[in-house]
């Protein structure tokens, strides 16, 4: 079992930055993913970012590329998500998410764990 915590969530006026983090309990293997995942109210959960993590190879969507940057850091088990210039489209709940392949994949039902969420607010 795979426990992911995420912090860093918060309020921020449109064209701010935030980072978000998710330390997970334990890396059970080398080969995995994780990914960063959100959900706006009213709205489905729609994929974000993905890292590999055994050679940081990473997948973004096209709503945000170009504004977020998926980090990781192995010895502290850590995965980031920095986000510039938000926009208030940006307003969402945000899941950290594991998967125990090392295949990249942006649907969330091919994640084997998540975090509890943490809520960004953007204002205009």
């Known amino acids: 079992q795979v426990q992911l915590v995420e912090s860093g969530g918060g309020l921020v006026q449109a064209g701010g930055s935030l980072r978000l983090s998710c330390a997970a309990s334990e890396r059970t293997f080398s080969s995995y993913t994780m990914g960063w995942f959100r959900q706006a109210p009213g709205k489905e959960r729609e994929f974000v970012a993905a890292?590999?993590?055994?050679?940081?190879?990473?997948y973004y969507a096209p709503s945000v590329k170009g504004r977020v940057t998926i980090s990781r850091d192995n010895a502290k088990n850590t995965v980031y998500l920095q986000m510039n210039s938000l926009k208030p489209e940006d307003t969402a709940v945000y899941y950290c998410?594991?998967?125990?392949?090392?295949?990249?994949?942006?649907?969330?039902?091919?994640?084997?764990?998540w975090g509890q969420g943490t809520q960004v607010t953007v204002s205009s």
């Open positions: 890292i590999r993590w055994s050679d940081g190879i990473t």
């Open positions: 998410a594991y998967r125990s392949q090392r295949t990249i994949r942006t649907m969330q039902n091919e994640y084997d764990y």
